[in-house]
């Protein structure tokens, strides 16, 4: 009992000893001031350590030896002491090259990104992908192909014309080449490599590249585009909220009635140009590096609105380093990608193999009248007068 | 169809074009890094 009760105290007093040691500040009179095997410690196991004791420590010119005695021919400062200054961004530094990003050599944040970029970003990124597709196959399985339920009258009508189909596949085009460019940039490093090798990957990269940064320009020719032909048909009405509440008709019988666009398209194209701008400002700020810089702005404006705070992120930096604007623009980029990826999934989903009749709106510009009664029965009271529609009986809308 | 054919068609010549006014326009990687000192190959 006794050994019991002093292994106890024993515990206790190591665990109390340990916890006193992590909250004092660490003696490095052992060292001189330099970091200690404690310091060396925390870091590897991914501690925080105040590096104040560091990043001040960077020579001092006034106390320089002369130029010909032992130690003066770097100007009061040891190397030791140069690295730090170049690793906290306080060295005086000259370049061959221009711009703000030159000088600095090394950039101490840049780790995050890059842990960040190679491990939730390409992970979560990748669940999301696999994980719609996986969820519409579970749908297909489930729901099977909606098809058009009334008999078709292979009367035709024109859905959409020449230059709105050019403006949504000049928009789908350039999106699934930078989808696809964009994701073999992002795994590259970690699966591509791997996979292929380096000199396969580094031909497949540089045509990436190529073809990302250029094809962005259309991306943003197509979004404009759709924005000024359809935003008119995409504004709510209260005919969405039926279609809402009755699920778009797609585990029932009959379709609710809708314009145009219904519901569902409209959040389709609202998050295409939400997420599409997004995306685009983004690309724009890293096609011209460290020249339109985003975040430092965006972060000042939502410090003043409080916005950071309530979202729990307390008081976000306003003053960035180069890389740094070009590291958070990546990263949003690449992420909002990723979430706009997996809906034009689902969208491609409907608009191919889930839905009879579908595509035709989008390859040669006309759908059956049918489909059509069934899916847009009050775009079709609008396009057709009376006199002309079919004599076939609408599929009830409600 | 024809519209979807036009629009792909659109898109490498807006990527072929918007590359090479950029280039011609000094905004090559190049250009806009190096210094005045840095002998560059065009």
């Known amino acids: 009992m006794l050994r019991a009760l002093t292994a106890l105290l024993l515990t206790l007093l190591f665990v109390s000893s340990a916890t006193a040691q992590d909250t004092a500040m660490p003696d490095r009179s052992a060292t001189g001031g330099a970091q200690t095997l404690q310091d060396i410690l925390a870091r590897q196991n991914g501690a925080q350590v105040d590096n104040a004791f560091r990043s001040q420590a960077t020579g001092n010119p006034d106390s320089a030896a002369g130029m010909a005695e032992q130690l003066g021919t770097l100007g009061g400062t040891s190397d030791p002491e140069l690295w730090r200054a170049l690793r906290f961004g306080t060295a005086d530094i000259t370049t061959a090259n221009r711009g703000p990003a030159a000088t600095v050599l090394v950039q101490d944040g840049g780790m995050k990104w890059l842990l960040f970029r190679q491990g939730p970003l390409a992970t979560y990124g990748a669940y999301l992908l696999i994980g719609t597709i996986v969820l519409l196959g579970l749908f297909y399985l489930i729901r099977g192909r909606i098809t058009i339920d009334g008999e078709k009258t292979g009367h035709k009508l024109l859905r959409f014309k020449m230059i709105e189909r050019f403006g949504h596949w000049l928009l789908a085009g350039s999106f699934l080449l930078l989808g696809l460019t964009g994701l073999i940039s992002l795994f590259g490093r970690k699966v591509l490599i791997p996979a292929f090798g380096h000199e396969a990957f580094a031909f497949l990269a540089v045509g990436s590249k190529w073809v990302h940064n250029n094809v962005s320009w259309a991306f943003i020719l197509g979004l404009v585009m759709i924005l000024v032909m359809w935003v008119i048909h995409n504004l709510p009405d209260r005919t969405d909220i039926n279609w809402l509440v009755k699920g778009g008709g797609i585990f029932s019988k009959g379709h609710p009635p809708a314009k145009k666009f219904n519901a569902g398209q409209k959040m389709i194209f609202w998050s295409v140009i939400i997420l599409g701008t997004s995306i685009s400002v983004s690309g724009v700020s890293l096609l011209f590096p460290f020249e339109i810089n985003i975040f430092a702005a965006t972060f000042a404006k939502l410090n003043a609105l409080g916005i950071s705070g309530l979202l729990g992120f307390g008081e976000l930096r306003e003053v960035l380093a180069p890389h740094e604007e070009m590291q958070y623009a990546q990263l949003w980029h690449a992420g909002v990608s990723f979430v706009l990826m997996a809906i034009i999934l689902a969208h491609i989903y409907i608009g191919t193999v889930g839905m009879e009749g579908a595509a035709d709106a989008m390859t040669t510009g006309e759908v059956e009248e049918q489909w059509a009664r069934e899916h847009h029965s009050l775009w079709v009271d609008e396009v057709m007068p009376p006199d002309t529609k079919s004599t076939t009986k609408a599929t009830p809308a409600e | ?42």
């Open chain 2, 1 to 42: 169809m024809k519209a979807m054919l036009l629009a792909f068609l659109a898109v490498a010549v807006i990527a072929v074009g918007a590359n090479t006014v950029l280039e011609q326009a000094g905004f090559s990687v190049q250009d806009r890094m190096a210094g005045p000192a840095v002998r560059l190959s065009h």
